[in-house]
């Protein structure tokens, strides 16, 4: 009990002392001109740009008060101490707003939505519309199964992850943020340029065509309101801001990213993953929220972007092979000449400092003005005989014991 409570405090404090807790401008101004562009940094580029045009759509809040967003956001990069999370996080803030101003698009510039292309293709790929089956039967016990991953652990494990990652495998943390907001981008603008119409809308309204001013539902999850006597979850959907984004499943996407890092990470745990997504899955159809085929793809998604975004080593498990471990674990960088004999020293002394013979080290050349705070060691007491003749050595080396000890003249 008290070893888990040990590493997670350790972990912690290793986790704050590795913050750059500085607020200088000035420091930020300093690392961007020692920085060596390269052209992975164009990037950058595509999120200033984007940025500007879904900022010039937005409408809510108006201007000017939604030049706030970018002035903040400036004023967090130059900051040292909320740099260090706000760069990595760059790509999970494009998605953010990506997703939230789509809602002002005009709708004669947006492609029509389909509404009969998902279900006609799980026909046609799988047999049957596996969605609808799942649909026929509900329980209050199946919706209660259903709604712990897809409406509360969904939202909740990413940033769990995260703290994770962070305490215990920091190295991995931006690799995650990366994948993690590209993956949204890719799967928002694809919902965006092929808008598709959820299970929800074929059991509400048919296969009637669907227009953008169509509110949204929560599906299944309006089951869950009513069970708990609240409106939450059917408020939340039916001001969605992406109503007709069922291709590809994002909770599928997140489930199966969250899965393979987790995989690579902690294989010991990867089985509780899988499963979880597993249920996820379910849960996306069970509900009413997507078609198999919507499954498929979120999952495809997330295995694409883990695999171009994540380094090799680290999809093998070996999260630090970029760096020694003085780089890894955020240690002092070691000093020259010190080798494994000299690794348990504790302290430096200097050459004039007298060092009594009990603390000596057993190769007195090694490391200049080092000394080990321990007793002679086994090496030296096997060359015993070798060093019976030295000044100071024990008197053991002889014939044995002498008592009481005779004078030294």
Known sequence: ????????????????????????????????????FTLKDSI?????????????????????????????????????????????????????????????????????????????????LYGANISDILTHFTHPVLDIIAWLPYGVIHYTFPLVLAALLWLFRPPTLPVFAKAFGYQNCIGVFAQIVLPCAAPWYEIIYGLTPAAYGTPGSAGGLGRIDDLFGGDGYKRTFASSPLVFGAFPSLHAAWATLEALFITALWPQYAKWAWAYAAVLYWSTMYLSHHYLIDVVGGACLATACFYFFVPEELRNGNVNASGDKYERYDLESRRGGVTADEFASDWTVSDEEET???????????GRGRGHRHTASIASLIRADERAGEEGWSPIAGVGFVFPPETRR
């Open 1 to 36: 009990m008290l070893r888990p409570l040990r590493t997670g405090v350790n972990a912690v404090v290793a986790g704050v002392n590795r913050l750059d807790k500085s607020f200088s401008p000035s420091d930020t101004v300093t690392k961007l001109r020692a920085h060596k």
């Open 356 to 366: 009594p013979i009990a603390y000596r080290s057993p190769n007195p050349g090694m």
């Open 44 to 124: 950058y580029i595509l999120h200033i740009l984007s940025a500007i045009f879904w900022l010039t759509l937005m409408q809510v809040p108006p201007f000017p008060y939604k030049l706030a967003i970018p002035i903040l956001y400036a004023i967090a990069l130059f900051i040292p101490f909320t740099s260090q999370f706000f760069i990595p996080a760059t790509p999970i803030f494009s998605w953010v707003l990506m997703f939230y101003s789509n809602q002002f698009l005009p709708a004669d510039h947006r492609p029509a939505v389909h509404v009969v292309l998902l279900p006609t293709l799980e026909s046609v």
